[in-house]
């Protein structure tokens, strides 16, 4: 699975419902499962861009490339109305992560409402947007960012979060089965960073501001 695959797949799986408590599929694949609605992500192209630079992260020294990828989301659904509930659920998870919403922080945990970076193994702490009343949770956002070690959906996938751009829909009607599939193409375009050791081995932990 590639990079910016796994990051929309993180975003979307889960997340999803229609009928008000339906779970919808989301899949890395080319084509939809045999059960209608879902959803399927597949990234088209990357490339890198001339701007590689060496950082130092202590103790490591550490290459830094930028990088550029286009990535499908399609949506798949039996009806229009359908079809208009899956656009409408996907539109609200990326409206959260643009506006930094506790829902899409990497700490929150959707089954019981916990802040994984305040919880402990004995005790369960809910997330604090959702106890804390200040100017930050009035938004639905983390009301002490620094102090929670709040880490938004860009942040943690590395991805520079004013150009994540979502292109306009391709809508079109799988009429080769029965009855018809309704489908829909989304496609992210995006540019994210990808970090080597110095020496070849892939570093996996870094604290990199990107929103």
Known sequence: MLQMERALLNLFQG????????RVPVLVRAYPTDETP???????????????RRIRHTPLETLELKRNATVTVSL??????????????????IFEAYSNSYKRCKHYK????????LSTSENKVTCQALTVKNRFS?????????????????????????TFVM???TNMVEYDVSPPVFHVDLNFEMYYYTF????????????LRCD
């Open 38 to 52: 879902c959803i399927t992500i597949q990234q088209s192209k990357s490339s890198a861009v001339n701007d590689t």
């Open 15 to 22: 997340e999803v419902f229609i009928n008000k408590n339906k």
């Open 110 to 117: 959707r089954m019981d409402k916990s802040c994984l970076s």
């Open 196 to 207: 080597y050791n110095v020496g070849g081995s892939v570093a996996s932990e870094f604290n």
């Open 167 to 169: 292109e306009p829909a």
């Open 76 to 93: 798949w659904a039996n009806s229009p109305e359908q079809m208009h509930e899956l656009q409408s659920a996907v539109d609200t998870i």
């Open 138 to 162: 009035a938004k639905q956002q983390c009301p002490d960012k620094k102090g929670n070690d709040y880490c938004s959906f860009f942040k943690q996938h590395h991805i520079i979060k004013n």
